[in-house]
């Protein structure tokens, strides 16, 4: 079978699903939400134990999901699943000029620093404007700091970064040790020294 035929097959279940399934019958974008993130995190450990069995059957749920909220969308008469996959293809085209039009860009660096400025374009307010809230807090953490080194925002070495890790340390260890101090501010200042350990863990390439 083509993939073309296999996911035109797919698709044909996902609606004969959704016309005569009681529990497809009553879901909803919001019902689906947080089974699509279980699903998400099913997939990463698959992939981090490189279970290919899992990763396959995992990616297999998610574009189930995919297909889910498109026929929602459908209904709901917002978009279609051709409309969706046309944009996301002409997004694509658009944020590789360097393979789509005449830009040259020599490397990932360049090519993810280009991305950034495009995105701007399309109405982002700021470069950290694309960082979803519902991250989890290291993951938004370290996608900040990602997105803001692309931009320029970076340092130029690993004893600097380790330095800032030092100095909200001892912040952290002078407003602990003050019995005067809320515990907001502690509560501040913690934060402070998760954040800059995540970024020297970014920095030295830890995951």
């Known amino acids: 079978m083509s993939y073309n035929d296999a996911f035109k097959e797919l698709v044909e279940v996902m609606d004969t699903l959704r016309e005569k399934c009681p529990w497809d019958q009553k879901q909803t974008i919001h019902t689906l939400s947080n089974l699509t993130v279980e699903e998400v995190y099913e997939l990463v450990e698959g ?18 999901h995919l297909l889910f909220y498109s026929k929602i969308a459908t209904e709901e008469k917002q978009f279609t699943l051709e409309e969706m996959i046309l944009a996301q293809i002409e997004k694509l085209k658009r944020r590789h000029p360097h393979i789509y039009g005449d830009l040259r860009l020599d490397d990932e660096a360049a090519v993810k620093q280009n991305w950034e400025k495009i995105k701007l374009t399309e109405g982002k307010k700021s470069v950290l404007g694309g960082v979803p ?8 953490a370290y996608r900040m700091q990602d997105k803001a080194a692309q931009v320029g925002f970076e340092w130029k070495y690993s004893e600097d970064v380790w330095d800032k890790v030092m100095e909200e340390l001892r912040e952290l260890h002078d407003v602990i040790e003050d019995k005067n101090e809320s515990i ?23 995951d």
């Open 47 to 64: 992939i981090s134990t490189q279970d290919w069995t899992n990763i396959k059957e995992e990616l297999g749920d998610l574009m189930l």
């Open 133 to 140: 809230n519902s991250l989890t807090a290291v993951i938004k």
């Open 184 to 206: 907001e501010r502690k509560t501040e200042e913690m934060g402070d020294v998760l954040f800059s350990l995540i970024n020297y863990a970014r920095f030295n390439k830890i």
